[in-house]
């Protein structure tokens, strides 16, 4: 299986309903620029934004309100409110399938929700073996639909782990804690059985099995927050923490580099092979030159930058206020649907016990 980064997928291949829901709310104009290109996009949310990807249908983004938001030619707008549960609980995280077809997002009071970027269709799966804790990251591997592996974490650092079944139900394993019971703030499986994870109390853990075992790999030293990581590869992992540090880990040891000189935190971080974006504290963006060398730039905004994601058409930050800055990139020929119109529709997904 190809190894893929947490927000975008590497190469694109080519229930029923219950209700239909046109959502409004198009970001057309945009406002401010930058000398490196960064372009403050107009939003259609004023609520914070907590993660964004990369899809076969252009960029996603998530956030508080249950707001799922996708890039259109025209601009920016909602694609679903209020959440799976419709519920106004916060998502906190996301992810997309290998294939780009599909986005899993959690957050507040066990929500899961998929939508398929293609035929606009949102599945409830929220509050599995009865968990209604906040989730706070996920991360999915495979093609949407086809037996993908999905792991969830929460609060209490638990993590669950899922499979979608040829029935397209979803059975999930018993509950693990990688860190012993301290929140995960993220978690990058590169492919289906390798991966990392990290907690709020300086952990970083990996697995070679799926996630069914872990084992410690640092950060010993590590005195601040640990926000974001990055899974490239056994000797490639990045984690995103305060004081403006990306640690970098080569198989062996942990080397922290500071890419921030005014010391705010990096918040997000998104890597793809050599090439690395990550975004923090001030509205600042950082691009990856070489091993243990990011490039610093200052969008035109100064909120809080929560997460990141190199893209084919535009690399995107989105952060506090509903912020989204964006940078017009050519990684690929395929454009974004022109459509001013999305349509939500519903169904509830089905879990299997182990």
Known sequence: MN??????????????????????????????????????AKSPTTKTLHGVVDTAEGPFAVGSGGDVLARRQSGWQKVVEYGPMARSRPLT??????????IWFVGGSGVIGEYDVATETLTNYSAPKGKTSTWEACSVVGKSGENERLYFANGSGELLIGVRQKSGAVKYLDVLKPGGGSTIPAID????????????SQFVAESTN???KWQRIGIDFAGGAFFDLASVG?????????????????????????????????RGIDRDGEAGLAAGSGGKTYERQSTGEWKRFQTPVSKKLTSIARGKTHDVAVGSGGTIVERKV??????????DKTVKQYTTGTVETV
């Open 93 to 102: 995280a996301v992810d997309v399938t290998s294939d780009g077809k599909a």
């Open 210 to 212: 799926g996630g069914t």
């Open 330 to 339: 050519n990684r690929t020929s395929s454009s974004l649907p022109d459509t």
């Open 189 to 200: 499986f590169r492919c289906r059985k390798k991966g990392h994870v990290c907690s709020t």
């Open 234 to 266: 056994p000797k490639d992992v990045n984690v995103a923490g305060g004081g403006g540090i990306v640690y970098r880990y080569d198989g062996f040891r942990w080397t922290p580099h500071v890419i921030d000189p005014g010391k705010q935190a990096i």
């Open 3 to 40: 190894e893929n980064t947490r927000r975008q997928f590497m190469k694109m291949s080519g229930a029923t309903a219950a209700t239909a829901i046109s959502v409004p709310g198009v970001g057309i104009a945009q406002k401010r620029s930058s000398d490196a290109g960064w372009t403050e």
